[in-house]
């Protein structure tokens, strides 16, 4: 399949030119957990051109339930494994890796990208990152996750508006900590939103 097919593909889908904002688009995702694998994957289908994936993991075991991630990744950086399941299924997105933890002092590595999504595990981690990208880069979109454990109900997760370029997907009330597990279905479906997100935004297609 050459560049040229895979492209023609895509305008086919979404015509030519929501496709060419897709495919000048960049899009940095951090934390390539249950939420960043499946953003990931969800982006990179269709068709936005350059990701940036960051996160210092490597895949275990426990990782699989939830995570898209095979048995033959499991010890593997998340970066690592991450970009080979793109080289596979979308070969010409352009996929830039970082295998580091984001902190105040590399933010720096999302300086090129037009919107940031947040997929951390860990509040401390979100809360640099929403705070560190709306204090440093005021001009690029955040679309962060907050609420996807347990098994309530799907319908409870929304994408909420917060602000001028901030947006929020999931319950915000059911943390795993409350709860005590994630499940695969409602972390795919909060990822689903954040993706959706980040799509709607490159087509200028703005929340109210």
């Known amino acids: 399949m050459t560049r040229e097919v895979w492209y023609s593909t895509l305008e ?28 990931a994957i969800s982006l990179a289908r269709s068709g936005v051109g350059t990701l940036i994936l960051i996160d210092f993991d490597r895949v275990d075991i426990s990782n699989l339930h939830r995570q898209q991630y095979a048995v033959s990744h499991l010890g ?14 979308t070969p010409y997105c352009n996929v830039i890796t970082h295998t580091v933890k984001l902190t105040e002092n590399n933010l720096s ?9 947040e997929c951390f595990d860990n509040a401390e981690n979100k809360s640099i990152l929403v705070d560190g990208v709306t204090e440093r880069y ?19 997760i929304v994408t909420k508006k917060l602000g001028k370029r901030l947006y929020i997907c999931g319950d915000r009330m059911n943390d795993i900590s409350d709860d005590g597990t994630l499940f695969a279905p409602r972390v795919m479906i909060c990822a689903a939103h954040q993706a959706n ?5 490159i ?3 703005f929340e109210v």
């Open 197 to 201: 997100t980040i799509l709607r935004i």
């Open 203 to 205: 087509a200028e297609k």
């Open 76 to 89: 593997m950086y998340k970066t690592e494994a991450m970009k080979s399941i793109l080289t596979e299924n």
């Open 12 to 39: 086919q889908r979404h015509g030519a030119d929501l496709q060419q904002k897709f495919s000048q688009s960049c899009v940095a995702v951090c934390g390539l957990g249950g939420l960043g694998s499946n953003v």
């Open 109 to 117: 590595l999302i300086a090129d990208c037009d919107i940031v999504c």
């Open 138 to 156: 005021p001009e690029k979109y955040i679309v962060a996750a907050s609420g996807m454990s347990g098994l309530h109900s799907g319908n409870m």
